[in-house]
């Protein structure tokens, strides 16, 4: 009990990575007809998602100073959103299954914890980065100036992907949504251009880190696929803008608009797969940088899963076999890192109870 107890006390924030990443590696898999394996990892999805809602319920209960710690703290505060995307992800399996009542359930409690997080993460993080509040006395104590760019990686993107998440799901339930149609039609939209901006300021503060100070090869991890996974979800969502029903005027007003950006965009994260390809082979051949478990892994596997499915959209949406053919050969490379690392952590548990044993 105390060894649980210790475990939900230290939990990492982007722990909802995982149903993230084998929710849409099930939707994948039911894009290619392999149902059995899609309802496989949708149950793990489901299962995994109420069981962490759970354990972070109890740790809010338990713990609240560590959580506020997490939250104000820039390495950690954005693990946070994987919660939104988590929770969208599993929405967008029952979507797809046709569940539409679990979906909107879903999908309004997505977009619940996006309206508070979307603001609260990113605002206490400044917070504490700028001690705001803090007396005169404190504001003169030598080497305290803030330099939040320092701090800035790749699980900022999980920013943009929990917005996205929360367009992809609405833009799939408007055309089903007779009575609320518009409405629906106008929070994709508010999703998916907020996301787009956001992914444009925190590529640049990015770029602006590696510029100024460089990225240490021990954070050259599995955090910087989620570069090209907020991109992917972003072609994902402009792909089910495109298909909404114009029958709304917000579909109809972005109808031409998300086609041609969910193209361009599904070009930019396809031109950055093979240097993130690059950079870990060079980081763990060249470096010797150790593969371990750690919840980043499925940061990892989540963005290969959702440039799978976004390829299987686009393709589809926009009649383009050869990125629809993309999609259909990447789900395999997806649900190979995610065997992979599922295997990883069943051997290393299987390891740590044998020691304490």
């Known amino acids: 009990m105390k060894k649980i107890l210790t475990y939900i006390h230290t939990m990492p924030p982007s722990v909802f990575a995982f149903v993230m990443a084998t929710g ?13 394996v ?4 949708w149950v793990c999805a489901g299962a995994g998602w109420l069981t962490l809602l759970l354990l972070l319920c109890v740790r809010t209960v338990t713990a609240p100073d560590r959580l506020r710690t997490d939250l104000g703290d820039p390495h950690r505060a954005f693990g946070f959103f994987t919660l939104v995307a988590g929770t969208c992800v599993v929405g967008i399996r029952f979507a797809v299954a046709d569940l539409l009542g679990w979906a909107v359930a879903l999908w309004l409690f997505g977009l ?3 309206l508070v997080l979307g603001y609260a993460v990113p605002w206490l993080v400044v917070l504490r980065d700028h001690h705001l509040g803090r007396t005169a006395a404190a504001e003169d104590t030598p080497g305290a100036d803030p330099d939040l760019i320092r701090d800035i990686d790749g699980t900022w993107f999980v920013w943009v992907v ?7 799901l609405a833009a799939m339930l408007q055309p089903h949504l007779n009575g609320t149609r518009d409405l629906v039609a106008v929070v994709a939209v508010i999703g998916w251009g907020a996301g787009l901006g956001l ?3 925190v590529g640049a503060a990015l770029v602006v880190r590696v510029l100024r100070y460089g990225v240490p090869v021990n954070e050259l991890g599995p955090s910087f696929w989620v570069v090209m996974g907020a991109l992917a979800i ?3 969502a402009s792909g089910h803008l495109h298909a909404m029903a114009p029958t709304s005027p917000a579909a109809s007003a972005v109808h031409g608009a ?7 965009l599904w070009g930019f994260a396809t031109w950055l797969v093979p240097g993130l390809l690059l950079m870990g082979t060079w980081r763990h051949l060249r470096r010797h940088v150790t593969i371990r478990y750690t919840t980043e892994l499925w940061a990892m596997v989540f963005p290969m899963g959702v440039y799978s499915v976004a390829s299987t959209t686009v393709g589809g949406t926009l009649r383009i076999p050869l990125i629809d053919d993309v999609g259909r050969v990447f789900i395999w490379v997806a649900l190979t890192a995610w065997v992979c690392v599922a295997v990883d952590f069943l051997v290393r548990q299987t390891i740590s ?4 044993e």
Do not use: E, K
């Not at 998300?258 to 361009?264: F, H, I, Q, S, W």
């Not at 109870?353 to 304490?356: G, L, S």
């Open 24 to 36: 849409v590696v099930s939707v994948g898999m039911h894009a290619v007809d392999r149902n059995l």
């Open 38 to 41: 899609s309802l496989v990892l």
């Open 112 to 114: 619940a914890l996006w």
């Open 162 to 168: 929990a917005m996205q998440s929360v367009a992809v």
């Open 199 to 201: 992914y444009a300021v």
């Open 234 to 236: 972003s072609t994902l």
């Open 258 to 264: 998300a086609g041609g950006a969910a193209l361009a």
């Open 353 to 356: 109870r044998t020691n304490v």
